[in-house]
């Protein structure tokens, strides 16, 4: 299979017959897209195939080689350039190579001559493209990251959370004025998670204006939210809003079969009541129907409460719990959740409690499939369910402990390397991507010390090695350890020795080079 396309530019027959029984003979990398008889048709192939490379004599009617050269990086800028010249033409050639050609061959060509410059243009290309590749996986890795970030933000405002520790692209943009409105869509034709997400994302990206962002979070096992966020004068009204989410299920139900009825929570503070809006679009999903598929969580507060649905605190204070490492209210509140579980059909009971596994896991970040075990009684559900629960509870509690490792030697490393600068408990959180207050709190807790008490051992021990070279001035070691002011740096040396730099130098017994 090609994998280079290459493209024959000269106005001599002969020529380009001998080029393509060169480029013929070869291992089959490189695919003939065309051939011109001048710079001007050369130019068009060029716009037609963009070629990876281009072979051009540079003596041509109507337009020259350099001329092609120079149009050519204006039109396709990747591709390589190779020209052919005879020696009265030589300076010509020069000036090629200093205008961005690749290399020259001198006629009358020679196969071994375009064999080598055929391959050292491939190889350029394969480095070219995997640089390309790499930089392109780059990107991704850092759109996944972002993307993966942002949503464990806003599972944490929804669970009623708070943002806290963790750092998303717009925080600095999000403050007491921003507002959210969730809104909760649940499918009536089944179609697999990734399909939905994928369709929401394509069919949102302009539906609102500027000023807004969506973002599409998948929850529950047959749910996707739909976060509306921006400021508040941004936002629509409800018949606006409402007329935009009715365009949209239209676009889904035309274009894809993917049919929808939604519930949509108030519009609320994004970093004080985003849970709310979240409970708010929950409920009012429950009451949606044929005639009404979109319905605000205000159009059901005259309606007479449903006693079959579990309150959206009890969830949320299982999954708070969880979060937070407290196994006993961990099993206080799915106590209280199994007063509800009797209330329920068996088919309903098995089908709520893969839902709200879904939520959780999602909540948590946690990989869950959900599944159609089957049960010979309500009990058995009950019990799998619970043990669901505590697997999750070990997983969550598994992996703070690795994380919180993670960060600690994360900023040990970062001191270790920058002790000698002007390094702060703030430098190191933003390097980490966390909140300063959180790792200052986080480090005490690990190693037992507080960020400045460890920084200063630090920078302490290796001074303490670093007097025993009797090259160094003491005021050479100061600022080898981050002390621009000597004062300091003795101040420092003697709360941690009880003596002064001098002191412990004397101590040793080392002499002080000239």
């Known amino acids: 299979m090609y994998s280079h396309k290459l493209l024959l530019v000269d106005d001599e027959y002969m020529v380009r017959t001998g080029l393509k029984k060169v480029i013929e003979n070869l291992d089959g990398n490189w695919q003939l897209v065309g051939e011109a008889t001048n710079g001007e048709e050369g130019l068009m192939l060029i716009k037609q195939y963009q070629p990876d490379l281009i072979i051009s004599d540079i003596r041509m009617p109507k337009m020259d080689g350099l001329t092609l050269l120079q149009k050519s990086k204006e039109l396709h800028p990747e591709s390589m350039v190779i020209l052919l010249t005879g020696y009265p033409e030589f300076e010509y050639a020069q000036q090629a190579l200093r205008n961005g050609a690749l290399d020259y061959i001198l006629k009358p060509t020679k196969a071994e001559d375009i064999i ?98 969506i973002i599409v979070l998948p929850d529950a096992q047959d749910e996707i939210l739909l976060l509306v966020v921006g400021e508040k004068e941004e936002f629509l009204d409800w018949d606006s809003l409402k007329e935009k989410l009715h365009a949209l299920r239209i676009k889904c139900a035309q274009n894809h079969q993917f049919f929808w009825k939604a519930g949509v929570g108030g519009q609320l503070s994004l970093m004080a009541e985003a849970s709310l809006s979240y409970h708010q679009s929950k409920k009012a999903v429950h009451y949606s129907k044929p005639d009404q598929l979109i319905i605000h969580y205000h159009d059901i507060l005259d309606f007479d409460k449903d006693p079959s ?170 600022e080898q350890v981050g002390y621009v002011n000597g004062r300091y740096f003795s101040q420092m040396f003697k709360r941690n020795s009880g003596l002064t730099p001098k002191q412990y130098r004397n101590q040793l017994e080392i002499t002080i080079s000239d």
Not at 150 to 178: P, Q, V
Not at 377 to 382: E, G, H, I, R
Not at 465 to 472: D, K, T, V, Y
């Open 309 to 478: 649905i579990i309150p959206f605190e009890l969830e949320l204070s299982l999954v708070s719990a969880i979060k937070l490492g407290r196994k006993e209210e961990v099993k206080k509140s799915f106590d209280q959740l199994t007063v509800y579980f009797e209330h329920m059909m068996f088919k309903e009971l098995n089908n709520y409690v893969n839902s709200l596994l879904v939520k959780i896991t999602n909540s948590l970040l946690i990989k869950y499939e959900s599944n159609s075990l089957s049960f010979p009684n309500p009990s058995a559900v009950q019990e799998w369910f619970y043990q669901q629960v505590m697997q999750c509870f070990a997983k969550v509690n598994e992996r703070e402990i690795k994380e919180k490792n993670y960060i600690i030697e994360r900023a040990k490393k970062m001191i270790a390397e920058r002790y000698d600068c002007d390094l702060t408990l703030k430098n190191v959180a933003v390097d980490l991507s966390i909140n300063p207050s959180y790792l200052s709190v986080l480090f005490k807790q690990e190693t037992g010390e507080t960020f400045s008490e460890y920084l200063v051992s630090y920078r302490y021990q290796v001074a303490k090695e670093l007097l025993e070279n009797p090259r160094l001035k003491i005021y050479e070691i100061a």
């Open 116 to 213: 080598k410059v055929l391959k050292k243009a491939e190889s350029l290309l394969i480095e070219q493209k995997q640089e390309k590749q790499e930089k392109q996986d780059l990107h991704d890795s850092l759109n996944h990251y972002n993307k993966w970030i942002t949503e464990k933000a806003f599972r944490n405002l929804l669970y009623g959370g708070h943002i806290g520790n963790i750092d998303i692209s717009h925080k600095d943009e999000w403050g007491s004025e921003t507002d959210i409105v969730v809104i909760t869509i649940v499918q009536n034709k089944p179609l697999s998670l990734g399909q939905r997400v994928k369709i929401l994302e394509e069919l949102t990206k302009n539906l609102f204006s500027r000023g807004l962002e």
